[in-house]
């Protein structure tokens, strides 16, 4: 265990309390806590949004009066197949997500503080708590850049160069949607990139594995992002990665109908599901 680090057992649950809970106060500590443990327990309140793997939820904490603090409470579900037998022979899921945000925050990238993790003791069930990053999630950035094409053409290609660092220091993250993205205000844009529990710092560096970060990102029908717009970021991630921008658009393009034509015929054999990913800004 790291320093500062400090684990509890409650409630069925073996929880990870990273030293960024110790800056909240005390009682808000104990509030989050409480909270995320009911939300475990499915007393909690209504999702924010799920996914395949996963349901995230909002929570204030605190009061309006004395002020508030919001986090965001992710519980994922237990691993399947393969994934669940790996599970006995690894150290636990959530030592190994704050292991990756730890990397990623000393390789220089801006992620979503984690305030604290769990595992529950049987089921394989993983609780993730982060606090808000600053900024707003791409999507609503490129409603809000409407009335501003140069502010949004240079953040697109910030964006492009921005994954590029990602991939050179050997990051690949696990589900790179605009979703995930944030992006602050000022001249070039600045990133943050949220949910973590699949990036990954591989050995074998291949190449489909980095693209398929630009398929998740482009695959996604989003108001002010059309496709010249993704042909900019995926020239922008080729130019910083020192490549032939041409022959990885031809890569990204056909991967992404590939994608496309898998998410049609997943959506026309399978009920429809509440928070697909076709969510909401």
């Given at each position: 265990?790291?320093?500062?680090?400090?684990?509890?057992?409650?409630?069925?649950?073996?929880?990870?309390?990273?030293?960024?809970l110790a800056?909240l106060?005390a009682?808000l500590?104990?509030?989050?806590?409480?909270?995320a443990?009911k939300?475990a327990g499915?007393?909690?309140?209504?999702?924010?949004?799920?996914s395949?793997?996963?349901?995230?939820?909002?929570?204030?904490?605190?009061?309006p009066?004395?002020?508030?603090?919001?986090?965001?409470?992710?519980l994922?579900?237990?691993?399947?197949?393969?994934?669940s037998?790996r599970?006995?022979?690894?150290?636990?899921?959530?030592?190994?997500?704050l292991a990756?945000?730890?990397a990623l925050v000393?390789?220089?990238?801006?992620?979503?503080?984690?305030?604290m993790?769990?595992?529950?003791?049987?089921?394989?069930?993983?609780?993730?708590?982060t606090?808000?990053?600053a900024?707003?999630?791409?999507?609503?950035?490129l409603?809000?850049a409407?009335?501003?094409?140069?502010?949004?053409?240079?953040?697109?290609?910030?964006?492009g160069a921005?994954?590029?660092r990602?991939?050179r220091a050997g990051f690949?993250?696990?589900?790179l949607?605009?979703?995930?993205i944030?992006?602050?205000?000022?001249?070039?844009a600045?990133?943050s990139?949220?949910?973590?529990?699949?990036?990954?710092?591989?050995?074998?560096?291949?190449?489909?594995r980095?693209l398929?970060?630009?398929?998740?990102?482009?695959?996604?029908?989003l108001?002010g992002m059309?496709?010249?717009?993704?042909?900019?970021?995926?020239a922008a991630?080729?130019?910083?990665?020192?490549?032939?921008?041409?022959?990885?658009?031809?890569?990204?393009?056909a991967m992404?109908?590939?994608?496309?034509?898998?998410?049609?015929?997943?959506?026309?054999?399978?009920?429809?599901?509440?928070?697909?990913?076709?969510?909401?800004?």
């Open positions: 265990m790291a320093a500062g680090q400090a684990r509890i057992e409650r409630d069925g649950w073996s929880l990870l309390l990273p030293p960024a800056e106060p009682k500590g104990r509030e989050l806590i409480d909270r443990l939300i499915g007393t909690g309140g209504e999702p924010l949004r799920r395949r793997h996963a349901s995230t939820y909002q929570i204030r904490l605190g009061t009066l004395a002020g508030e603090t919001e986090v965001f409470v992710k994922l579900d237990a691993p399947r197949g393969l994934k037998v599970r006995l022979a690894m150290r636990s899921r959530a030592e190994r997500m990756t945000v730890d000393a390789a220089g990238f801006a992620v979503a503080p984690i305030l993790l769990g595992d529950e003791h049987g089921s394989g069930r993983t609780l993730m708590v606090a808000r990053v900024g707003e999630p791409l999507p609503r950035f409603l809000g409407a009335g501003a094409p140069k502010r949004r053409r240079e953040a697109l290609r910030a964006l921005e994954v590029a990602l991939h690949v993250h696990g589900d949607t605009p979703y995930n944030f992006v602050a205000s000022g001249t070039p600045r990133f990139l949220i949910d973590h529990e699949r990036t990954a710092r591989p050995r074998l560096r291949w190449e489909r980095r398929r970060n630009l398929v998740q990102l482009c695959r996604f029908e108001e059309g496709r010249t717009d993704r042909i900019r970021i995926v991630y080729s130019r910083a990665m020192g490549g032939m921008p041409r022959r990885v658009m031809r890569r990204v393009a992404l109908s590939a994608r496309r034509l898998r998410d049609t015929v997943k959506e026309e054999m399978e009920p429809a599901r509440g928070g697909s990913w076709r969510r909401p800004v």
